[in-house]
């Protein structure tokens, strides 16, 4: 058995009444831990890199404070965010320039706040820290989960004047604005890196592309940008002074750009800035830069089999093919065959646009799982974003106000009787689990 969490390792057999003494030396060693711990690192004064990985729960007994005046590089990992969060108020450091943040299990956007703060607490001057990194190394995380991340929770970051790089990896679903975009290159400068990825979860689509392509031209030391953005409005291309159109000033040094879920309306606006594109290298004396970008979208289209160069890309179809999917909704499986439902939120849109006699139920019923599955509270304002999202192909921005009306109307049925219990084909679990599968069925399964 393993006693006292990483300090202690042992493995011998043992009886019953010598197992309840150990766990209860166990409990003994959790709790004199934080503080036998906080008495090594504090008398490391000159400790310039500090790498802690968190084993079990996190004990709050101690509370003794840390000052390590010469901290540079925090590494914390395999604990949660809130235990990291804990250990940053205990610690306060006055050159800490780096700091690299891996933790597992999903996080409410209270305790994404809450841990941007203590960054704060535990920073005693805003003039050293340089880069941050912080990521959600689930093994298995819950991609369906809805954790929207607002603009408000990293603004207290513009404290720190000096960020070169700010990566915040799958740890939710981000919703920035243009306002937050538009302070970036006031407060961060000189920074050169910035990442706010949703990795698989999706992102909302607050931020327009002309506010990308503005961040992008101010900061003139911003070499990588990975963003999702909304680019369905029509762009407005930065000016120069002499009034002539520029895609990219001259002095930035972007050179790697991501735009993972962003929506795009039209093929038009692609077709749109090829032309920019051109033009701007034109210039510069590359005068076949058009047909080298599209050599590169071929080549791409081709080896990802996507678009008319490549194979048909059938969002329904490849949605539920995804390892977490196939993890949660395999119908059936033997040999040669296997057979999976579509996701829960395609599942939901197709029904909300069918609405036929045993669909309202049927959407109620998956909602109701949902909930069951990950505590989501489900109101209107969420069950719209989450389907606006994840089932985008829709083309839901394309639908006539009247349509529009009738999508909301049919949201707020679903949410007003999931919220008063009014759930289909009576109390009976077993009966919601067969509404379930069979909304799953009606759909068409895929055999893979």
Not at 201 to 229: E, K, N
Not at 395 to 409: F, I, R, V, W
């Amino acid at each position: 058995m393993c006693l006292g969490g990483a300090v202690y390792n042992t493995l011998r057999i043992i009886s019953s009444e010598e197992l309840e003494l150990e766990l209860e030396q166990c409990s003994k060693f959790k709790q004199e831990f934080p503080d036998l711990i906080a008495a090594n690192i504090q008398q490391a004064r000159c400790l310039q890199t500090l790498k802690l990985k968190f084993c079990g729960t996190f004990c709050d007994a101690s509370g003794i404070p840390l000052e390590l005046p010469g901290l540079k590089t925090l590494y914390l990992s395999e604990g949660s965010l809130p235990q990291c969060t804990h250990f940053l108020r205990q610690v306060t450091t006055r050159q800490l320039s780096h700091i690299n943040i891996s933790y597992c299990g999903s996080s409410s956007p209270a305790e994404v706040t809450a841990f941007v703060e203590s960054l704060s607490t535990s920073c005693q001057t805003f003039a050293h820290l340089e880069r941050i990194y912080v990521v959600d190394t689930s093994e298995h995380p819950d991609y369906l989960l809805v954790i929207p991340l607002h603009s408000e929770s990293f603004q207290p970051l513009f404290k720190f004047k000096r960020l070169l790089s700010v990566k915040f990896i799958g740890i939710g679903n981000f919703e920035l604005d243009d306002r937050f975009l538009n302070d970036v290159p006031v407060a961060w400068p000189n920074i050169w890196e910035l990442k706010l990825t949703s990795w698989k979860r999706h992102a909302f689509y607050s931020v327009t592309f002309t506010a990308m392509m503005s961040l992008a031209s101010r900061c003139r030391s911003l070499q990588t940008l990975h963003l999702t953005v909304d680019a369905t409005q029509s762009t407005t291309i930065p000016q120069a002074l002499d009034e002539i159109e520029e895609l990219w000033p001259t002095q930035t040094t972007l050179r790697n750009l991501h735009l993972g879920y962003s929506r795009v309306l039209e093929v038009a606006l692609v077709d749109e800035l090829q032309e920019i594109f051109g033009h701007e290298w034109g210039k510069r004396g590359v005068y076949d830069a058009e047909e080298r970008l599209q050599h590169c979208i071929n080549a791409v289209a081709i080896k990802f089999r996507i678009g008319t160069q490549g194979q048909l890309y059938d969002p329904i179809y490849h949605d539920p093919k995804q390892a977490n999917n196939i993890d949660m909704n395999t119908i059936y499986n033997s040999p040669g065959l296997v057979v999976i439902s579509v996701t829960m939120f395609w599942g939901v849109a197709l029904k909300l646009v069918c609405y036929k006699k045993e669909d309202p139920t049927d959407i109620v019923a998956m909602l109701h799982h949902s909930t069951k599955l990950n505590g989501v509270q489900w109101t209107p304002h969420i069950m719209e974003t989450w389907i606006k999202t994840l089932s985008w192909p829709m083309g839901y921005n394309t639908y006539k106000p009247q349509h529009a009306q009738e999508l909301q109307n049919r949201i707020h049925e679903a949410v007003h009787h999931l919220q008063k219990g009014v759930i289909p084909h009576g109390a009976d679990p077993i009966s919601r689990a067969v509404a379930s599968v069979k909304v799953a069925l009606y759909f068409n399964p895929f055999i893979l």
